[in-house]
Each structure stands twice: as C-alpha cells, then as structure tokens.
C-alpha cells in the first residue's frame, strides 16, 4: 500500500535580526551603521528578557535608554545612535508608527573643544611615521581635511593630480565635496596610485581584481568592479571577503593600522594631548582660519553643512587669554 507523500514543513519566517539586515542594506545603510543598528537592537531585546518589541512600547524603550545613561554611563552621542537604532526598528522594519517615540527625551552632547595640534607639534608627530604608505595617510588628514574614513576609501578616479582636487564621495551624511591636493602631496599620490595600479594588474592575472562598488553600482556597471579606477587608491596588503556579498576582493587599507600609527608618533614625539587621526582634521581647520581663509571656504572644505559647526573653530581667533593682558603683566 503506498504511503502518503511526507507534507512538505512550512517555511519558518525570516528572524528579527535578519529582517532588521535586509531592510538596512535596502536603505542602503553603511556596514558600519548595521553591525551598529542590530546591536542595540538585540541588547534592548536581551534587556527585557527577550519579549518581541511588538510587545513593548514607550516604557519598555525609555526604561533601556535610562539604564545606558545611568548604569552604563554612555556618552550622549552613543545614547543617541542606540535611540536611533530603536526608531529603525520600530518605523522601518515593524511598521509601526508610535508618536510616544518623538517624545523621548534625547540626550544632548554637551559642547567641547576639539583638540588641535599646533604646526610644530604636528611636524614633529609626522616624522615619527616611518611607513611611506601610512605617512601619506596622515599627510592628507591634515593637509586636505580629509576624515579617516574618506582617506582610506579613495578611488583612483577621485583623485585629479593637475588640477591638485581630491573629490570625496558619499562623505559624512551622504555628500560629495571637493578639497584641495597639496601640491608637495602630488609626487606621493602619483607613486601611490602607481602602487595601487600594479596591486591591480597581479590581482587580474591571478583571477581577482574586484572591489566593492556603492549601492546597486554592481548591478548596473558589473565591469566597473575590475576597472582600475574603482580601485582604493591605499589598496589593502591582502584579499578579503566581503562580509555581505560573499565575493572576495581587495578592500582599503585597515583603520585601525592608522590609529595605531598616529598613538605612537603621537607617544614618541612627546606630544601629551590626545591625539587621533581626526585631531588632523581639526588642526587642518584651526590652522587655515589663523592663516586668514575665510570661515566660508574653511566650511566648504570640511563638508559641514552648516557654518555654525566650524565655528567652533574660531576659538582661535578669539585667542582665549592671549588676547587679554594679565594684571599680573601690568607695570604698576
């Protein structure tokens, strides 16, 4: 007698977290903003005892964001991005528009001072950068404004060494800017993207060559993923795989190379401040508004998009102490 086909087991429904994946990478959400997102996600799930945020609500959030500030002692900012993380889930993913959610009090970054290095302290910590590669690195943080991330992911094609500009795509909130090449960094960048080019060639003769294109750039222009002007111009010394598609390709050079770097100079130039690749940024800015540039240009360099945060710059013009004699000074 035959036997009854074996029903077919339904399909199980995606998990929260991989939901929460896919809608990130559709939004088109950076890798870093992801990894980021889930994890605040999955620690105010672990907070409540793994109860479906579909069950929770205005409480349930105020109460996780309350334990960062207070058991934690997270900064604001972290605060903020863990709140952020929340209103993702709950509009873009759950489809749920909760209007308690505006209400949450957020947590304001209280106004500092960013840390500047001055030009001899500048000098100094560059000439305890031995590695040519990770010198030029630091050289364009400083020279051109750059933030680290857009350093690391130049391509070939964003650099134009006669017209001395270096065009930074999908900078800090998804804008293109242009800034300055500094002409003594123009021999440097040309033998870099020499280096880059013959990287490229071995990767191509041995089956390779691909890099990760932005957006559905893959999609539409397939080729370009081997084309040497889509090629990060500081190339990573080894392949790697990419952690969404799966391909493996040669991605840029490592952060945390730089930042170790720029700790040591920093530590063996004798410079006590504390210092990171974006105190680079910040001397770039502070030395171009004592230099006398205009507060607008210096804006447009940065790639702020509002004049009130450079402004935080001008501290300098206003000289702080320098600009008063002390009584102590004074001839009776």
């Given at each position: 007698?035959?036997?009854?086909?074996?029903?077919?087991?339904?399909?199980?429904?995606?998990?929260?977290?991989?939901?929460?994946?896919?809608?990130?990478?559709?939004?088109?959400?950076?890798?870093?903003?992801?990894?980021?997102?889930?994890?605040?996600?999955?620690?105010?799930?672990?907070?409540?005892?793994?109860?479906?945020?579909?069950?929770?609500?205005?409480?349930?959030?105020?109460?996780?964001?309350?334990?960062?500030?207070?058991?934690?002692?997270?900064?604001?900012?972290?605060?903020?991005?863990?709140?952020?993380?929340?209103?993702?889930?709950?509009?873009?993913?759950?489809?749920?528009?909760?209007?308690?959610?505006?209400?949450?009090?957020?947590?304001?970054?209280?106004?500092?001072?960013?840390?500047?290095?001055?030009?001899?302290?500048?000098?100094?910590?560059?000439?305890?950068?031995?590695?040519?590669?990770?010198?030029?690195?630091?050289?364009?943080?400083?020279?051109?404004?750059?933030?680290?991330?857009?350093?690391?992911?130049?391509?070939?094609?964003?650099?134009?060494?006669?017209?001395?500009?270096?065009?930074?795509?999908?900078?800090?909130?998804?804008?293109?800017?242009?800034?300055?090449?500094?002409?003594?960094?123009?021999?440097?960048?040309r033998h870099q993207i020499a280096q880059a080019?013959?990287?490229?060639?071995?990767?191509?003769?041995?089956?390779?060559?691909?890099?990760?294109?932005?957006?559905?750039?893959?999609?539409?222009?397939?080729?370009?993923?081997?084309?040497?002007?889509?090629?990060?111009?500081?190339?990573?010394?080894?392949?790697?795989?990419?952690?969404?598609?799966?391909?493996?390709?040669?991605?840029?050079?490592?952060?945390?190379?730089?930042?170790?770097?720029?700790?040591?100079?920093?530590?063996?130039?004798?410079?006590?401040?504390?210092?990171?690749?974006?105190?680079?940024?910040?001397?770039?800015?502070?030395?171009?508004?004592?230099?006398?540039?205009?507060?607008?240009?210096?804006?447009?360099?940065?790639?702020?998009?509002?004049?009130?945060?450079?402004?935080?710059?001008?501290?300098?013009?206003?000289?702080?102490?320098?600009?008063?004699?002390?009584?102590?000074?004074?001839?009776?």
């Amino acid at each position: 007698m035959p036997q009854p086909p074996t029903p077919t087991p339904a399909p199980r429904p995606p998990r929260l977290l991989d939901v929460v994946r896919d809608r990130l990478r559709l939004k088109h959400y950076s890798l870093r903003t992801e990894w980021a997102y889930v994890s605040w996600i999955k620690r105010y799930i672990v907070f409540h005892g793994k109860r479906h945020p579909r069950e929770m609500g205005k409480g349930e959030v105020e109460a996780f964001l309350s334990s960062l500030a207070v058991s934690r002692n997270v900064s604001a900012s972290t605060q903020n991005q863990a709140m952020a993380a929340l209103l993702f889930l709950y509009r873009e993913v759950l489809g749920i528009e909760l209007p308690w959610l505006d209400e949450v009090v957020r947590a304001k970054r209280p106004p500092r001072l960013p840390v500047v290095l001055n030009r001899q302290e500048v000098v100094a910590m560059r000439a305890q950068v031995e590695d040519p590669t990770l010198a030029l690195v630091v050289d364009l943080l400083y020279g051109a404004g750059l933030r680290l991330t857009e350093a690391l992911r130049l391509r070939v094609k964003d650099v134009e060494l006669v017209r001395r500009e270096v065009l930074v795509r999908d900078g800090k909130g998804g804008k293109d800017r242009v800034t300055l090449l500094p002409d003594s960094l123009v021999e440097p960048m040309r033998h870099q993207i020499a280096q880059a080019r013959a990287i490229h060639e071995a990767d191509l003769a041995a089956g390779q060559g691909r890099v990760w294109l932005p957006d559905a750039l893959a999609a539409k222009m397939p080729s370009a993923a081997t084309a040497f002007g889509w090629q990060y111009v500081f190339a990573a010394a080894t392949l790697s795989v990419d952690p969404r598609s799966g391909r493996r390709g040669r991605h840029h050079l490592d952060e945390k190379r730089v930042q170790r770097t720029v700790k040591r100079a920093v530590q063996a130039a004798g410079i006590d401040k504390p210092a990171t690749p974006h105190t680079l940024r910040h001397a770039f800015a502070t030395h171009l508004l004592e230099a006398g540039y205009d507060i607008r240009t210096v804006q447009e360099l940065l790639g702020h998009a509002d004049v009130s945060t450079t402004m935080i710059y001008t501290h300098v013009l206003n000289r702080g102490g320098r600009g008063v004699v002390s009584p102590l000074d004074r001839a009776p």
